[in-house]
């Protein structure tokens, strides 16, 4: 089975190989990095079999890329968020 994915690609960011990242908390399993000649490929492995409304945001102060998942669906008001951060 196929798990719910959240791709990000990072054009012009250059990671020298892989890795994954295992997550104990939230709706997110893993985390994996991947390395492309042209980008960096972020891939969250979702617990859930539907995609939450999300939001990604640098956050400069941390050197972090955070991605932020609603607990509500789309429309509902603002929902309590669970953040993953990837350092």
Known sequence: PNPTRLVVDIPNIILKGGKQVAVT??????????????????????????????????????GALVVEFSAG????????????RCA
Do not use: F
């Open 73 to 84: 669906a789309a429309g509902q008001g603002p929902p309590p968020r669970r953040n993953v």
């Open 25 to 62: 908390s939230g709706g997110v399993s893993s985390i994996r990095l991947g390395a492309h000649s042209d980008k960096t490929r972020i891939v969250l492995d979702l617990k859930d079999e539907t995609l939450p409304v999300y939001n990604i945001r640098p956050d400069p102060a941390a």
